[in-house]
């Protein structure tokens, strides 16, 4: 079973034809940081793109999880730019969709 608006696991497979995948990637949360970096301001452009890439730069530095989503601006742009400086550090990331199932 998927929870509204899950779609993808902590890996970033698509999961809506493999609940037992899903629940094994859910039972996974365990091993998460006490903190996760919410990327809603990462999208926002009234701060310079090249801020926002070091924001994530620093986060990604310090070994924290993220959590975003196409609906936060273009953070997923900001967050290819920082993931594409440091392949080595790409974080464990929490993807939200708005899209039906």
Not at 41 to 67: E, S, Y
Request: proline share 6%; glycine share 8%.
């Amino acid at each position: 079973m998927l929870f509204p608006g899950c779609r993808f696991g902590l890996n970033g497979k698509d999961l809506r034809h493999a609940p037992d995948q899903f629940h094994r990637q859910i039972s996974l949360a365990g091993r998460s940081p006490p903190y996760i970096y919410g990327t809603t301001r990462l999208g926002d452009n009234q701060i310079p793109f090249d801020d926002r890439v070091r924001m994530a730069r620093v986060a990604m530095d310090a070994g924290i999880w993220f959590h975003t989503s196409h609906t936060y601006g273009n953070a997923l742009e900001v967050l290819r730019a920082a993931f594409d400086q440091n392949r080595a550090k790409v974080p464990e990331l929490i993807s939200k969709s708005s899209e039906a199932l």
